[in-house]
Each structure stands twice: as structure tokens, then as C-alpha cells.
């Protein structure tokens, strides 16, 4: 059964500092990793999206990489800031009968404190 | 500018009444689906549809249906509401065809209780 692991559930922070995020996974055949932010009470947005022959993908403050070889994804934030607090759901998709079906992570619940 | 709604944002419901939940996206996307997400879980599929007469039975499909009869509505049906339906439900679309993993774009989210 596919399945992501996401580490830790939660976590809290001072703004202006870094924090990494983690995420397992075990889907396979695998296509792409996503990495979404979801605000409280709102839907997820994509954050980056990396395929199998991509390590790295940054954007603006947050970077991703990517080892395929060991199954493992990361999310750096850097400086984060007040509006970071949300959580982080990595999202793994694998190819099953000619369409991409999405595994979803339970998410990371950060909070950046003043 | 195009974007992906849901409705109602909130019901309460009584345990086996028939809910319908609204999603309708005015991107002209082929694909649609729905998700429920539950504290302790991640965002899991219940039903997809990659066009118009198209469905498809996602993770989590018992006790639901949906119907697609143009491009931007998908509506997801309860049709006899359980205790254990009580969730948040999301409905996503996506560019391309079936086989592509261009960018799913969440809806705001329904937040259902069933007593």
C-alpha cells in the first residue's frame, strides 16, 4: 500500500529562524512529490512540485529536495516568518492504470512564533 | 478571475438524509475530485472524474456518488448521512488529461456534521 510519512507532526518556531520538514515515502511507481501549505480553514496550495530526475526546487523562501533512491523529501523554510504558521502536507503521486493518483501526508503543523 | 468553489462552506445534518455537496471551477479543467480530511489522517480521495459521463471510485468511495454532466460542476452525494461522514470536504481540478500532474487547485473547503 502506498503511504507518506510526514516528521514531526508538529513544530514551533521563532520567526526569523530556519526549520526542515520530512516526508517518507513508499509509493511506487512514483511520478512527482508536492509540497502544499494549507492556511486554517482554507484548501492546500502548492508549494513546488519535483520529479524523479530532480533533487533540488526552490521557491521564494521555501526549498525542497528530493532522493528518490531513498524515498526521502525535505522542506526547508528559511526566515520564516509570522504567516509560515500553517500546516505542510507532502503529497506523492504514483501511475496506476495511465492516470496519477495522489498519496497524501497527514501534514506538519508549524507555528512561528513572535 | 477563474476559480473553484464550494457550497455550502457549513452544513449540519441528521444521520440518513441525503447531503449534497456543491463544487463548481470555472477554469474549464477536465479533472475533478473530491478529498475528505480528518484529524490523524491525510487528505484521502473519494471519487474522481477526468471529464464529462467520467467517474471513478477513489480510497474512500462507500456512501458516496457523484455525477458529471458538464465540465465545471462535480457534486458529491451523501445518500444516507453517517456519524462517520462528519468531515471537511475538499474539491480539487486540474489541467490536462489523466496522465498529466500539472497542479491540483483546492475549493475552500465544506465543513460537514452529521448528528
Known amino acids: 500500500k502506498n503511504q507518506v510519512e510526514q516528521s514531526p507532526q508538529s513544530l514551533i518556531i521563532l520567526e526569523g529562524k530556519n526549520c526542515t520538514l520530512q516526508?517518507?515515502?513508499?509509493?511506487?511507481?512514483?511520478?512527482?512529490l508536492r509540497w502544499y501549505k494549507q492556511d486554517t480553514g482554507r484548501g492546500p496550495v502548492s508549494l513546488t512540485i519535483?520529479?524523479?530526475?530532480?533533487n533540488t526546487k526552490s521557491n521564494r523562501r521555501y526549498t525542497a529536495t528530493l532522493d528518490a533512491d531513498t524515498k526521502q523529501s525535505s522542506l526547508h523554510i528559511t526566515a520564516s516568518q509570522l504567516s509560515d504558521s500553517a500546516s505542510y502536507i507532502c503529497?506523492?503521486?504514483?501511475?496506476?492504470?495511465?492516470?496519477?493518483?495522489?498519496?497524501f501526508g497527514r501534514g506538519t503543523s508549524l507555528i512561528v512564533h513572535p | 478571475d477563474a476559480e473553484i468553489t464550494q457550497s455550502p462552506r457549513h452544513k449540519i445534518t441528521e444521520t440518513g438524509r441525503q447531503v449534497t455537496l456543491a463544487c463548481h471551477q470555472t477554469?474549464?479543467?477536465?479533472?475533478m475530485f473530491w478529498y475528505r480530511q480528518d484529524l490523524g489522517h491525510g487528505l484521502r480521495l473519494i471519487h474522481y472524474?477526468?471529464?464529462?459521463?467520467?467517474?471513478n471510485k477513489g480510497e474512500v468511495s462507500d456512501g458516496y456518488s457523484v455525477s458529471r454532466s458538464n465540465t465545471e460542476d462535480l457534486p458529491l452525494t451523501l445518500e444516507s448521512a453517517a456519524s462517520s461522514q462528519t468531515s471537511v470536504y475538499f474539491c480539487?481540478?486540474?489541467?490536462?488529461?489523466?496522465?498529466?500532474?500539472?497542479?491540483?487547485?483546492f475549493g475552500p473547503g465544506t465543513r460537514l456534521t452529521v448528528l
Open positions: 480539487a481540478s486540474r489541467a490536462g488529461g489523466p496522465s498529466s500532474y500539472n497542479e491540483q487547485f
Open positions: 516526508c517518507n515515502y513508499t509509493v511506487s511507481p512514483f511520478s512527482n
Open positions: 519535483m520529479t524523479f530526475s530532480e
Open positions: 503529497v506523492v503521486s504514483g501511475l496506476s492504470g495511465g492516470s496519477y493518483i495522489p498519496t
Open positions: 477554469w474549464n479543467h477536465n479533472n
Open positions: 472524474s477526468y471529464g464529462v459521463h467520467d467517474t
